[in-house]
């Protein structure tokens, strides 16, 4: 085994032959050159670790040229030396700082755990959380190099009256550290003991039965697909995501019933909701006529997508109802939701059938109960519903300042 001192010269003055030839520097050990039967000239450092019993192993510093150079190549052995005698193998110091630069690179990470998400509320939460809030501060930093202070810096950028915001964002958060945990890519979360962002005080703003009426009548001036779906909402008190994503195969006309499956629901469950008279009418006027397609989307736009601007139609139903009268207090589309329960409860319809109609699995339906109690509701829910519809129906009649006919209001 030849023998020398690994310079410029010696390097430049190493013949390629049948096979792998090496020149051993003598004066740093382990330190060499090493050239290949097609001439191709590196630089190498051997040791071994845990005694003479241990196998030799070999690492490729890189190969001549810049940046390694017989000087730039002897300081880097130097520091491998350095690792070795505290221990620590420079190959698997190495594989695990090229798969935390590639594999465990925060957005590299995120991506994979985004495609890891089920349900597409989740995975749409997930996705937005880390495009617009974690990336721009993470960016590649590698998750085990990720702190509490890199997560607060995340955090510290949100809207401190946004508090929602900043419990969702700490959730996926939380469930991808979690996640890495889990996978043995992380040691511990950085979010371990952290404390959880205050919650968010729940709403409970009800309509009353004239911002009912009115909310109704100025639907139909906001867009075609929106103005549908926000009396649809009004009608059957389901999730707005639910509504938007109606398939027409979903529905059945003559039993007058929307079947929506549990891939489609909040809580992954199946769910039946008998149509009122309200709701028939107004897919009877989606479709210009009482034959229902059979399938494809139901609130669709003009160019076959699915709706996803219910943020700028309800802004034309709000201007839309300021312009005609007094503004409507801040509200939501899930208002609607609790307008529908809460009007329920009024007309007396007992609670564990309204937990039914809206597809709660909580209360009535939770634990012991909801294990062994499998009835459906159906002819409660019909019921619960066509009472709701009759009433919605009361507050359309025409009045002084509503003499619009109810037909062609819902038209």
């Given at each position: 085994m030849p023998t020398g001192k690994v310079n410029k010269r010696t390097v430049d003055a190493l013949a390629k032959g049948p096979a792998v030839a090496f020149l051993w520097d003598d004066e740093l050990r382990g330190f060499g050159a090493k050239i290949t039967p097609a001439g191709a000239r590196s630089y190498v450092y051997q040791y071994r670790l845990g005694g003479r019993e241990a196998p030799t192993r070999r690492y490729t510093i890189g190969a001549h040229g810049s940046p390694w150079t017989p000087t730039t190549a002897r300081t880097e052995a130097e520091r491998l030396a350095v690792l070795v005698a505290q221990g620590i193998d420079p190959a698997a110091a190495e594989e695990k700082r090229r798969r935390e630069a590639v594999d465990l690179n925060f957005t590299s990470y995120a991506a994979r755990f985004h495609a890891s998400c089920k349900g597409v509320g989740w995975g749409k939460l997930v996705e937005r959380t880390f495009r617009l809030h974690a990336e721009p501060v993470l960016g590649r930093k590698a998750l085990p190099t990720i702190t509490r202070a890199d997560v607060s810096a995340v955090l510290d950028r949100l809207p401190l009256e946004q508090q929602a915001l900043r419990r969702n964002v700490f959730a996926v958060l939380r469930r991808l550290f979690r996640w890495a945990v889990t996978r043995g890519d992380l040691e511990r979360s950085p979010l371990d003991g952290v404390e959880t962002p205050e919650p968010v005080q729940a709403r409970d703003r009800v309509l009353s039965d004239d911002e009912l009426r009115r909310v109704w009548i100025?639907?139909?001036?906001?867009?075609?697909?929106?103005?549908?779906?926000?009396?649809?909402?009004?009608?059957?008190?389901?999730?707005?995501?639910?509504?938007?994503?109606?398939?027409?195969?979903?529905?059945?006309?003559?039993?007058?019933?929307?079947?929506?499956?549990?891939?489609?629901?909040?809580?992954?469950?199946?769910?039946?909701?008998?149509?009122?008279?309200?709701?028939?009418?107004?897919?009877?006027?989606?479709?210009?006529?009482?034959?229902?397609?059979?399938?494809?989307?139901?609130?669709?736009?003009?160019?076959?997508?699915?709706y996803v601007a219910h943020a700028a139609g309800k802004r034309q139903i709000d201007a839309k109802l300021a312009k005609d009268g007094d503004p409507l207090p801040a509200w939501?589309?899930?208002?609607?939701?609790?307008?529908?329960?809460?009007?329920?409860?009024?007309?007396?319809?007992?609670?564990?059938?309204?937990?039914?109609?809206?597809?709660?699995?909580?209360?009535?339906?939770?634990?012991?109960?909801?294990?062994?109690?499998?009835?459906?509701?159906?002819?409660?829910?019909?019921?619960?519903?066509?009472?709701?519809?009759?009433?919605?129906?009361?507050?359309?009649?025409?009045?002084?300042?509503?003499?619009?006919?109810?037909?062609?209001?819902?038209?």
């Open positions: 100025a639907a139909s001036t906001g867009h075609r697909v929106f103005g549908h779906i926000v009396r649809l909402l009004i009608a059957t008190g389901q999730r707005r995501e639910e509504v938007t994503g109606l398939d027409w195969s979903e529905l059945n006309r003559a039993a007058a019933l929307w079947s929506l499956p549990g891939a489609r629901s909040k809580n992954k469950e199946g769910h039946t909701v008998p149509l009122n008279a309200l709701a028939v009418e107004v897919l009877d006027g989606i479709s210009c006529g009482d034959k229902w397609p059979k399938s494809g989307r139901v609130f669709a736009t003009s160019s076959g997508a699915a939501r589309l899930h208002d609607l939701r609790r307008t529908l329960a809460t009007g329920l409860q009024r007309l007396g319809v007992r609670f564990e059938v309204t937990e039914a109609v809206l597809n709660h699995l909580a209360g009535s339906r939770s634990g012991v109960a909801g294990v062994y109690q499998r009835h459906h509701w159906t002819d409660e829910k019909r019921a619960a519903l066509d009472a709701w519809g009759r009433h919605v129906a009361g507050l359309l009649e025409p009045t002084e300042n509503n003499v619009i006919p109810l037909a062609a209001r819902r038209a």
